[in-house]
């Protein structure tokens, strides 16, 4: 019998969803201009690209230093539509900052060779004891978050920062895993629908089966911000 242990879940329930796009916009603004040096992880889908749009209209000023880098991405040319990177363009442009300071996960490379550069370069950020303040992740509604479906995906993950994933849906993928996400200062599941309820509830009670919550079991800190429709008390 496997025995749940990990970091307490601190559930923050907002009123409507928009809301929690006001609230994450104002985090990812604090967690931008705080700490020199250091650096946010953005998570993927549609979830957070409201708040994304919300900063792109505040005078943003990021730290010196600041870099961003994701949760997961999907093996798309940047300038797809599903891009997470693509999405997320709202936001690099309110805080302006140098190309080298985006750890894009550079998907013109083969899937295999793009896993091993983005965790080549997440080692470079924890070998130079950049700080990753504030990391954002999404919870589906199978309970998966950033590209870690399932089990073998955890397995696989081991010893890894970064690794490639087959996605159900056919695509594939490039992910963080827990070895990474353990360095983490704070984790911050958005979610956000009626349809996560089932799998907000099995992480809330730290389901040792759920992918989500294996995949943050070994983090410093998890809190999960959801709407009303996702969180009901």
Same mark, same amino acid.
């Given at each position: 019998m496997r025995i749940t242990v990990g970091p307490d879940i601190k559930m923050r329930r907002f009123a409507s969803r928009a809301a929690?796009?006001?609230?994450?916009?104002?985090?990812?603004?604090?967690?931008? +201009?705080d700490g020199a040096d /250091? =650096?946010?992880?953005l998570s993927g889908g549609?979830?957070?690209g409201p708040a994304f749009a919300l900063l792109a209209q505040r005078n943003v000023q990021a730290a010196r230093g600041l870099?961003?880098?994701y949760s997961d991405e999907r093996h798309?040319?940047?300038?797809s539509d599903a891009s997470n990177f693509r999405l997320s363009q709202p936001l690099l442009a309110a805080l302006a900052l140098p190309s080298a300071q985006v750890l894009r996960v550079r998907t013109e490379l083969p899937l295999t060779a793009?896993?091993?550069?983005y965790e080549e370069r997440l080692q470079g950020l924890i070998d130079a004891a950049i700080t990753v303040r504030l990391g954002l992740l999404g919870l589906g509604a199978d309970g998966h978050t +950033?590209?870690?479906?399932? /089990? =073998?995906?955890?397995?696989?993950?081991?010893k890894h920062l970064a690794i490639a994933v087959q996605r159900p849906d056919g695509r594939t993928a490039v992910s963080v895993t827990p070895d990474f996400l353990a360095t983490v200062d704070e984790i911050v599941f958005v979610v956000a629908g009626a349809d996560k309820i089932p799998a907000l509830a099995r992480?809330?009670?730290?389901?040792?089966?759920?992918?989500?919550?294996?995949?943050?079991?070994?983090?410093r800190a998890v809190h999960v911000w959801a709407d009303s429709e996702a969180l009901q008390q």
């Open positions: 929690l796009d006001v609230a994450l916009a104002e985090r990812l603004a604090r967690a931008a +201009a /250091s =650096a946010i992880m549609t979830t957070p870099r961003v880098l798309v040319p940047s300038t793009a896993a091993q550069d +950033a590209s870690l479906f399932k /089990s =073998a995906d955890l397995e696989a993950a081991r992480l809330a009670a730290r389901d040792p089966t759920l992918t989500a919550w294996r995949a943050v079991e070994c983090c």
